[in-house]
């Protein structure tokens, strides 16, 4: 994405030369100082990726998958003997539990690492990583195309400008490039759509008031952010035409886990009749899970719920409390919106109705996205 006329992902390997020896670090954009800092960090070691991804310098699901990518391939770097990788790998899925691509990722490298000869694992670790990161970028841009397609046909019979509300970041932040929900919001502006998004600040952590205004404003988008509870006020008055949302992982059966609050988005949703869209890429998908109850809702810390991080009138970041001391605070990080209220998934393999996203199953490369089903 352009970022001050300039294009750049939320990941890359970087070259280092050490004498003759020739190594590679992992530079991410550090979103834990957004929007109020644009920090550019490197990671040389699987700890500081483990670090990166808990901490949420790195975060959503699509981009937490190509971290761990790359975190396999920094602890290729390592050392490439099995019981070393598995060590790493246990401490990346460690990391957060909620996310399904992060499992999926680190599956994939491993099976790809085992399967050759440990002089050649650190080469095929980075050839690897950078295939996982490519790909995502190609989902997200046909999400961005189903999605575009949905827009367009709800613009039909709606005069004026489209709105479009979100909830979390689920922009280009939250991958590797393009994003998931906003895919298909930057498609429609780029079509030349009159199109604005109402976008919720999505507390604890704020992710839509910091990250998804801050990424709509670079490419020009439209948006207004808004407290939480705005969005059944805002489709009452019919000033919302879909919701759009990302997923953190989508069991089988279509339900869809995402940011706590995302259930209520879909709820007042459904009593007003305003469709509810999930941009939802193959590798967020859970085939094993039928029953969202079996899905581990990650717990964070409760510092998340009684402080606030922002800027001081004097440029200085800092963080202040708005609960009382001796509060406690509980802080699950997601929800899940039963397939009964999702009106369609969006994939990179076009959009379905909940009940049929085992269709794409016909359409996965085992050898990328081995399939379990649970039924």
Same mark, same amino acid.
């Given at each position: 994405?352009?970022i001050?006329q300039?294009?750049?992902?939320t990941?890359w390997?970087?070259?280092?030369?050490?004498?003759?020896h020739?190594?590679?670090?992992?530079a991410?954009i550090d979103q834990?100082?957004l929007?109020?800092e644009w920090r550019i960090?490197?990671?040389?070691?699987?700890?500081?990726?483990v670090?990166?991804?808990?901490?949420?310098?790195?975060?959503g699901?699509?981009?937490i998958?190509?971290?761990?990518?790359?975190?396999?391939?920094?602890?290729?770097?390592?050392?490439?003997?099995?019981?070393?990788?598995?060590?790493?790998?246990s401490?990346?899925?460690a990391s957060?539990p909620?996310?399904?691509?992060?499992?999926?990722?680190v599956?994939?490298?491993?099976r790809t690492?085992?399967a050759?000869?440990e002089a050649?694992?650190?080469?095929y670790?980075?050839?690897?990583?950078d295939?996982?990161?490519d790909e995502?970028?190609r989902?997200n841009? @046909?999400?961005?195309?189903? #999605?575009l $397609? /949905?827009l367009?046909?709800l !613009?039909v019979?709606?005069p %004026?400008?489209l709105?479009?509300?979100?909830?979390c970041?689920?922009?280009?932040? @939250?991958?590797v490039?393009? #994003?998931? $929900? /906003?895919?298909p919001?930057? !498609?429609?502006f780029?079509? %030349?759509?009159?199109v604005h998004?109402?976008?919720?600040?999505?507390?604890?952590?704020?992710q839509?008031?910091?990250?998804? $205004?801050?990424?709509?404003?670079?490419?020009?988008?439209?948006?207004?952010i808004?407290?939480?509870?705005?969005?059944?006020?805002l489709m009452q008055?019919g000033?919302?035409?879909c919701?759009?949302?990302?997923?953190d992982r989508?069991?089988?059966?279509?339900?869809?886990?995402?940011?706590?609050?995302?259930?209520?988005k879909?709820?007042a949703a459904a009593?007003?009749?305003?469709?509810?869209?999930?941009?939802?890429?193959?590798?967020?998908?859970?085939?094993?899970?039928?029953d969202?109850?079996d899905?581990?809702?990650e717990?964070?810390?409760?510092?998340e719920?009684?402080?606030v991080?922002?800027?001081?009138?004097?440029?200085?970041?800092?963080?202040?409390r708005?609960?009382?001391?001796?509060?406690?605070?509980?802080?699950p990080a997601?929800?899940?919106?039963?397939?009964?209220?999702v009106?369609s998934?969006?994939?990179?393999?076009?959009?379905?109705?909940?009940?049929r996203?085992?269709?794409?199953l016909q359409?996965?490369?085992?050898?990328?996205?081995p399939?379990t089903m649970q039924?």
């Open positions: 994405m352009n001050g300039q294009l750049f992902r990941i390997p970087l070259v280092r030369e050490k004498g003759e020739t190594t590679y670090c992992v991410i834990t100082v929007p109020h960090i490197t990671l040389d070691s699987v700890e500081q990726m670090d990166a991804i808990r901490r949420m310098q790195v975060r699901a699509p981009l998958g190509a971290a761990a990518a790359y975190g396999m391939a920094l602890a290729s770097q390592e050392s490439t003997g099995e019981q070393h990788l598995q060590a790493a790998a401490r990346l899925l957060r909620t996310a399904v691509n992060l499992r999926w990722a599956e994939r490298m491993m690492l085992l050759v000869p050649q694992r650190c080469e670790a980075w050839r690897e990583a295939c996982i990161a995502d970028v989902i841009q @046909a999400i961005g195309q189903h #999605g $397609a /949905l367009q046909r !613009a019979d709606k %004026g400008r709105n479009v509300l979100t909830h970041n689920a922009g280009w932040l @939250a991958t490039d393009w #994003g998931t $929900a /906003l895919a919001v930057y !498609a429609a780029d079509a %030349g759509m009159d998004v109402w976008v919720d600040e999505t507390r604890p952590r704020n839509g008031a910091s990250l998804t $205004a801050w990424e709509l404003q670079q490419h020009g988008v439209p948006y207004t808004v407290c939480d509870n705005a969005g059944g006020h008055h000033k919302v035409d919701v759009i949302v990302g997923a989508a069991t089988c059966a279509g339900d869809i886990c995402n940011k706590i609050g995302t259930y209520l879909a709820l009593d007003n009749g305003v469709p509810f869209y999930a941009a939802v890429p193959t590798p967020t998908i859970d085939w094993q899970t039928a969202a109850k899905i581990p809702i717990e964070r810390d409760a510092d719920v009684h402080m991080a922002g800027r001081a009138e004097n440029g200085c970041m800092t963080s202040v708005v609960t009382p001391e001796g509060s406690a605070a509980a802080n997601f929800d899940v919106t039963p397939a009964r209220l009106t998934i969006i994939t990179e393999h076009g959009c379905y109705a909940p009940g996203l085992s269709d794409i359409l996965v490369d085992p050898a990328i996205h399939v039924t």
